[in-house]
C-alpha cells in the first residue's frame, strides 16, 4: 500500500505587492485505493494545493512537507515526481500545436515507464482506453488539445492517466466545463481506472455533482488555505444543502482572533 502525506504545508504565490501566502498548513493523507474529495469556495487554494503538489514553479512553498511513500517529492523535479507516481489532470489542460496524441501519450508513457511500450501492446492499450472513454480514434493524430472542446480536452486528461498508471492522482477541478454527458463518461474513466489498480485519488471540485458518479471516501472542506473540517460522504450532502457559509463564519472569526 502507498500513502500520500501532505504535512503543514505552507504556500505562497509573487503578487505585483509582493508574497502572498495561499495555503497556510495543510495536514492530509490519502492511501491507496481511497479517493478524498477537497471541496471550498473560489480562492480557498484547492487548485494551489494541487499544482505545489505535482510542482508548478510559480508556486513557492516556504513551509512543510509532501510525502510520497516516506520521500519528500518537494525536493524532486517535476519529470522525477511523475516517475514516482504523481498524476495531475489539470483544471484547464493546455493546447501544445504541432504535438500529435498519440506521440505525446507514447513519449510520456516511456518517460514514466523507463522504456518505450512495444508497439502492438501499446496500440491495443491506447485504442482500449480510447473507446472506453468515447474518444474518435482519429483524435490520436491531432495535436494536443488544439481545436478540443472542454469536454473532449478532460476526457485526454484520463486518458492520460489510465495510460501513465499513476499512484496517486490528483484530479483539479475535472468536472468544470462539463455537461452531464461528458461528464458521465470521464467518471467512468476514472472509476474504471481505480477498479483495475490501487490508485489513491485528490478528487477536487466545487461542487457535489461529480460526487454522484465517484464516490468519495473522505470529504474535506477547504477554506482560507486550511482543511477547516474532514468527514465522511455526509459532509458534502451538508454542502450541498446548506453551502460553505457555516465555514467561511469560523474563518472570519479565526482570522479576528489572531493578534495583530
Avoid: C
Avoid at 471550498?40 to 494545493?49: E, V, Y
Avoid at 480510447?130 to 472542446?149: C, H, K, Q, T, Y
Avoid at 454527458?181 to 474513466?189: F, I, P
Amino acid at each position: 500500500m502507498s500513502t500520500l502525506e501532505i504535512r503543514d504545508l505552507h504556500v505562497e504565490v509573487e503578487t505585483e505587492s509582493g508574497p502572498k501566502e495561499i495555503l497556510r498548513g495543510v495536514d492530509l493523507t490519502v492511501n491507496s485505493n481511497e479517493t478524498h474529495a477537497i471541496m471550498g469556495p473560489n480562492g480557498s487554494g484547492k487548485s494551489t494545493l494541487a499544482y505545489s503538489i505535482a510542482g508548478h514553479p510559480k508556486y513557492t512553498v516556504t513551509q512543510g512537507q509532501v510525502l510520497l511513500d516516506g520521500e519528500d517529492v518537494l525536493e524532486m523535479a517535476v519529470d522525477e515526481r511523475a516517475r514516482a507516481g504523481l498524476f495531475l489532470a489539470m483544471q484547464y489542460p493546455v493546447e501544445v500545436p504541432g504535438v500529435s496524441m498519440s506521440n505525446f501519450l507514447r513519449s510520456a508513457a516511456t518517460a514514466t515507464r523507463g522504456e518505450a511500450p512495444k508497439v502492438r501492446h501499446w496500440v491495443k492499450e491506447v485504442k482500449g482506453a480510447m473507446s472506453d472513454l468515447e474518444i474518435d480514434p482519429a483524435f490520436a493524430e491531432r495535436s494536443v488539445n488544439e481545436g478540443f472542446s472542454g469536454g473532449e480536452k478532460k476526457r485526454h486528461e484520463v486518458l492520460q492517466m489510465a495510460l501513465l498508471k499513476p499512484k496517486f492522482a490528483v484530479l483539479d477541478e475535472t468536472d468544470s466545463g462539463l455537461d452531464v454527458d461528458a461528464l458521465r463518461v470521464v467518471s467512468k474513466g476514472v472509476n474504471e481506472y481505480k477498479a483495475q489498480s490501487d490508485v489513491g485519488i485528490l478528487l477536487i471540485t466545487h461542487y457535489t455533482r461529480i460526487l454522484r458518479y465517484i464516490s468519495a471516501d473522505r470529504v474535506h472542506v477547504f477554506v482560507n488555505g486550511r482543511v477547516a473540517e474532514s468527514g465522511g460522504p455526509e459532509l458534502a450532502d451538508e454542502l450541498e444543502e446548506n453551502g460553505y457559509v457555516r465555514f467561511l463564519g469560523a474563518a472570519e472569526s479565526s482570522k479576528e482572533e489572531q493578534p495583530a
